[in-house]
């Protein structure tokens, strides 16, 4: 035994490679197929109440119980058996080991699923399927059922696994709600891969329905992305316009910019999760490993006349939403910086008319600064004539010339007394 730390999932993660094995199928034989999925919020929506539905049809047969938490399970119900998965965004189940009966897809093949079962459950059926298993390599026999069974029209058949199975079906809906599929079976082909192949049609149907709700979304999205595509093309011609106004057009960018951003994201789960399913019908159509039957279409020849064109359209909108948003996030750039340049225009402009006004304040507070040194020393001079009149008297010096001698003197000690003020304040 190793003494090696395992990591707490190791077991957990291994484990989970092998837990949802392939149904062994025996032909002649039937299955049924069911995904459900709630109408709303599925990838959000509440697993508990997936597993309270398995349980219920458990309790009807008193089949045994899943582990809790369990996102897989595979067992017996009454006569048949029940395969049960749960996915991001829907369940599935699926019974197998049906015996064949005389009436191919009679109205009345759904019946082992319960009927208050189903009408119990909260979620909503994506698709559902009745799969016919024959036994049979004639030629003629296989091409008379298969335009007994399906809409010639829609029919797709080929061989598949290196021709030891054919598979037919039309992806129509028939008068009793579910998709029909054939899946003829060589003497040679054991139940192990006819178990596979019907995996294989369950999983393209389902994921194909599930890709199909991106082009649902397409066109719930389409008349108003029309529309703000409109006023977004508006928008900008207005912006060559002479006399339009940058704030209120940048305001109403920014307000369609805001719409756009939001449909982007309300978008992106759906369209992420439908080129994600568009490759796994891709991918599981290769894994069948397709040949042709008596020159008549294949799953992949109806995939890209029929589906590939939903999948352009939803891309090629999902492109166009992406390229609106960009087109008004640069238009609100170009407007933004236009309306700044604006700005900085003005501000320049007030700057100027401050830097005018600032210098009219300063050639004003000389000019009263002089007046000051004038009245001051108008005051000053007579305040030292007053004080140094017993002087002059003493010294016989005419008033006259004393006051021309004491006044310059004055002056000069006013101005320079003033003017060391202002550079005590102005430091």
Request: glycine share 4%; proline share 4%.
């Amino acid at each position: 035994m190793s003494s090696i730390a395992d990591h707490p999932l190791r077991y957990e993660l291994s484990n989970e490679l092998h837990a949802r094995p392939f149904p062994t199928i025996s032909a002649p034989g039937q299955a049924l197929f069911l995904a459900l999925k709630p109408a709303a919020n599925a990838a959000g929506r509440d697993r508990g109440a997936d597993m309270v539905d398995l349980l219920r049809l458990l309790d009807r047969f008193g089949a045994p119980h899943p582990r809790a938490g369990a996102t897989h399970y595979s067992g017996p119900i009454g006569k048949h058996m029940l395969k049960w998965e749960s996915h991001t965004e829907f369940v599935t189940y699926t019974i197998f080991d049906i015996a064949r009966t005389d009436r191919p897809f009679a109205d009345d093949a759904f019946d082992i699923f319960p009927k208050d079962w189903l009408a119990g459950c909260e979620a909503t059926r994506i698709t559902s399927a009745v799969i016919r298993i024959e036994r049979t390599q004639d030629t003629g026999e296989i091409l008379a059922r298969a335009e007994d069974w399906f809409v010639p029209e829609s029919l797709a058949i080929s061989r598949v696994l290196e021709d030891e199975l054919v598979i037919a079906g039309d992806f129509r809906i028939d008068h009793s709600g579910h998709t029909r599929f054939a899946v003829f079976a060589g003497d040679t082909c054991d139940d192990r891969r006819i178990g596979r192949v019907v995996q294989r049609l369950c999983e393209i149907e389902t994921y194909k329905s599930m890709a199909m709700l991106g082009l649902a979304r397409v066109r719930a999205l389409a008349p108003r992305v029309a529309q703000v595509e409109d006023k977004l093309a508006s928008l900008s011609a207005d912006m060559l316009r002479d006399g339009a106004r940058p704030d209120d057009l940048l305001q109403q960018l920014l307000v369609i910019s805001a719409e756009l951003e939001n449909e982007v994201a309300q978008s992106a789960f759906r369209f992420g999760a439908t080129e994600a399913y568009e490759a796994i019908v891709s991918q599981r159509i290769t894994i069948l490993r397709e040949g042709s039957f008596e020159g008549m279409q294949t799953f992949r020849d109806f995939m890209t006349r029929r589906f590939d064109p939903a999948m352009r359209t939803v891309t090629s909108s999902r492109n166009r939403l992406e390229s609106m948003s960009n087109r008004a996030m640069r238009a609100s750039n170009l407007l933004r910086t236009r309306v700044d340049v604006e700005r900085s225009a003005q501000n320049q402009s007030l700057l100027e008319s401050m830097d005018r006004r600032a210098d009219l304040q300063l050639r004003l507070q000389h000019t009263v600064e002089g007046l000051s040194v004038v009245a001051i020393s108008y005051y000053a001079a007579n305040l030292v004539l007053y004080v140094l009149a017993p002087l002059r008297e003493v010294s016989g010096i005419p008033k006259a010339a004393f006051t021309a001698a004491v006044v310059p003197v004055v002056v000069a000690l006013v101005w320079l007394t003033l003017r060391q003020v202002r550079k005590r304040l102005t430091r």
